[in-house]
């Protein structure tokens, strides 16, 4: 089973910078598509960013763009989230996600992702 794990979650003053990353280990295919989510409590996920296996597709959600960069490291087994220019709205737990296919028209959807770290809480300040 592929196994997913966030780190690099933090308190951060708005205006700032955090880098997460998502470590994978066991399964893997060459075809991964992986994702960044986001949940604040009592909302509903929402969409990131996401990267496919060779880094040509990238897509990113409405409120990160141009913020936000995500970024993969095939020896690390690793996916990255460099965020900048954080804003109290950025505030959630953040997951990392893989999906097997995804298309233009779903690569937003989490019901197109497969495996799910745990999350990490990354909380920006006024």
């Known amino acids: 089973q592929l196994q997913l794990v966030e780190s690099g979650g933090g308190l951060v003053q708005a205006g700032g910078s955090l880098r997460l990353a998502c470590a994978a280990s066991?399964?893997?295919?060459?075809?991964?598509?992986m994702g960044w989510f986001r949940q604040a409590p009592g909302e509903e996920r929402e969409f990131v960013a996401s990267i496919n296996w060779r880094g040509y597709e990238i897509y990113y959600g409405d409120s990160v763009k141009g913020r936000f960069t995500v970024s993969r490291d095939y020896a690390k087994k690793s996916v990255f989230l460099q965020m900048n220019s954080l804003k109290p709205e950025d505030t959630a737990v953040y997951y990392c996600?893989?999906?097997?296919?995804?298309?233009?028209?779903?690569?937003?959807?989490?019901?197109?992702?497969?495996?799910w770290g745990q999350g990490t809480q990354v909380t920006v300040s006024s």
């Open positions: 066991g399964r893997t295919f060459i075809t991964d598509v």
């Open positions: 996600a893989v999906a097997l296919r995804v298309s233009d028209d779903n690569y937003y959807s989490p019901s197109m992702y497969k495996f």
